[in-house]
């Protein structure tokens, strides 16, 4: 019922969200003696912002078409490299890369928001690196004949993909995807696989949540898992491929991150109504684009969710030592070759300061010279990944410390 509940609603507000932007645009048409009053425009910008608020938002493109790098400008490719049910890996490339550069694979988060939440990594790093990056499906979208995917499937997909793209690679992982990305770490250095990434930086990860626990984490905490599993969990209606597919649906894990802010968002739409009114279209359409991307959201695989609850926020069973890939614990001592760098925002209100630099502390087998911590001062945690600090202060960092430990001669084609 939760979910037919959702697509009801969804219906009344599509419907009311086109009536509004018609309204709006017949307010703003020059035509209209009435948009040159002083209602008129403080109307049509009302009615602008309902609408965007109330309208739908599907799967966003990266739409990156160009990169400034050594002076020039060059086209961006992207194409996706290698298709499963559950996740495409994508590539980014361009001319102007040297033959020898590094091959970068960032992890994006399987957290409610498509891969595309990363396009401003993506964008910054395709400057100096070739990039590939985990393009995971919304669940409803996926067939029930696919099968189930849960966390360790997860881990199965990203040695996949460090397979495709071949030895001496470097990974990233943002937010939720350091636990996995991490394990899969230490599982390939465990078996000497080839392929094991050369340096893993983990960005606002909750490798241990007991550090500084946020609001977040303390949901997590203060509710059994099967609170979550009747509570949370909804079934795919008729209308789409998943159908029958047991998911945590995106719009549940948007309705609980808007809420954690709802002030800051509410004053945030105030501002884009008072630009609208304005004139100040840019700033408007700045605000436009950041929330048509932060309400375009997806579902996720109920046994991958509860699985990531129970294990990652519950039980702790990284840092302690309990993990299991596939019936085997997880040995994070086993990570002797991989440089890690872990990166945390001094304003993140989802992972807290502490719970991704635990990673390095839990690497018991790797030498403190192939550790590196960075605290990212006036950051919160979409700004560690996205934004000009992003771009200007914490990518460089990213850049000097992979080609610190990139070794070209290992590259092979993918």
């Known amino acids: 019922m939760l979910y037919t509940a959702y697509e009801l609603n969804k219906s009344w507000m599509n419907a009311a969200s086109t009536w509004a932007s018609a309204a709006a645009q017949m307010l703003n048409n020059p035509a209209l003696p009435f948009g040159y009053t002083g209602m008129g425009p403080v109307m049509a910008s009302a009615l602008e912002v309902f609408a965007h608020a109330s309208a739908p938002y599907g799967k966003p493109a990266f739409d990156i078409e160009s990169v400034e790098a050594g002076g020039k400008t060059w086209p961006v490719t992207e194409a996706i490299v290698l298709h499963k049910p559950f996740g495409n890996l994508l590539r980014f490339t361009h001319a102007g890369l040297p033959e020898n550069a590094p091959r970068l694979l960032i992890v994006a988060p399987m957290s409610g928001h498509f891969a595309t939440l990363l396009r401003g990594t993506v964008a910054r790093m395709v400057e100096s690196c070739e990039v590939y990056i985990t393009d995971w499906a919304d669940a409803k979208m996926v067939p029930l004949a696919a099968g189930e995917f849960d966390l360790d499937d997860y881990i199965d997909y990203l040695i996949a993909f460090f397979e495709h793209v071949g030895p001496g690679a470097h ?57 979550f599993r009747h509570t949370v969990i909804g079934t795919v209606p008729l209308q789409y491929p998943g159908a029958g597919r047991q998911v945590y649906p995106g719009f549940m894990q948007l309705a609980g991150f808007m809420s954690m802010n709802l002030g800051n968002h509410m004053l945030s739409h105030y501002h884009m109504f008072r630009h609208l009114v304005e004139g100040a279209d840019e700033s408007a359409d700045a605000t436009k684009d950041f929330y048509e991307e932060y309400r375009s959201v997806c579902d996720l695989n109920a046994a991958y969710y509860l699985q990531t609850v129970e294990e990652v926020f519950q039980k702790h069973s990284l840092p302690n030592g309990t993990f299991v890939h596939r019936g085997k614990v997880v040995d994070l001592g086993q990570i002797n ?38 605290l990212a001062p006036e950051v919160g945690h979409y700004g560690i990944f996205n934004g000009s600090k992003w771009r200007d202060k914490i990518a460089p960092i990213l850049e000097a410390w992979i080609a610190r430990f990139d070794r070209p001669a290992l590259k092979v084609v993918a």
Do not use: F
């Open 171 to 227: 990974a990233l992982a943002v937010c939720q995807p350091s636990v996995p990305t991490l394990a899969a770490t230490a599982i390939m250095a465990d078996t000497k696989h080839p392929c094991r990434p050369l340096t893993l930086t983990m960005m606002g990860g909750p490798i241990d949540t007991r550090e500084a626990p946020t609001s977040v984490n303390d949901l997590a905490m203060q509710r059994p898992i099967e609170w």
């Open 337 to 374: 070759d991989t440089a890690l760098l872990a990166v945390e925002g001094e304003r993140d209100d989802i992972s807290g300061i502490g719970q991704t630099r635990a990673a390095l502390h839990l690497a018991t087998g790797l030498a403190e010279a192939k550790k590196q911590y960075h």
